[in-house]
């Protein structure tokens, strides 16, 4: 599975940069949202925002950037299915491949002493959660990578491939289901 768009949207930037360098070397075009677009950004790598791919801003102070059909049915298009084809295809929806992207730290948030509830409302990841699971379920098509540990055999593998082995991609779906189910359990 060749990889041409990838969706960058990270609480924990660890080790980031260098990784999404490795992919735009490849010609992965780079889709990315707020924070996370401009670190990309000044570290010189080429970034479209969502908002460019959706044709809506981020909105209600950030809580609105990725809940979107042209996000969703990017990831979530059956790249085998005519009617997925075709109606991406209607409604100019552009294929992500791969979905680059963790989660707000929510228990570490709540286990401040003095939190206000405010805080810790702002600290529930909606958007992070649905796009891992999104990409997840649709791991025939779609890479998802939520520990950035996993940059380095991502890359390699892209690199010496230009894409990410079912194998891998079915690896990588178990570990964002995992993540999401602790994320939800907590």
Known sequence: MSIERALVSVYDKSGLCEFVRQLAAHGIEIVSTGGTARLLREAGIAVREVSDLTGWPEMLGGRVKTLHPKVHGGILFRRGNAGDREQTSEHKIAPIDLVVVNLYPFEATAAKPDLTPEELIENIDIGGPAMGRSAAKNFESVAVVTDPADYA??????????????????????????????????
């Open 153 to 186: 055999a991502i890359a390699a593998e892209i690199a010496a491939h230009g894409g990410v082995s079912l194998a891998a991609r079915l690896e990588l779906a178990r570990k964002a289901f995992a993540l999401t189910a602790r994320y939800a359990g907590k």
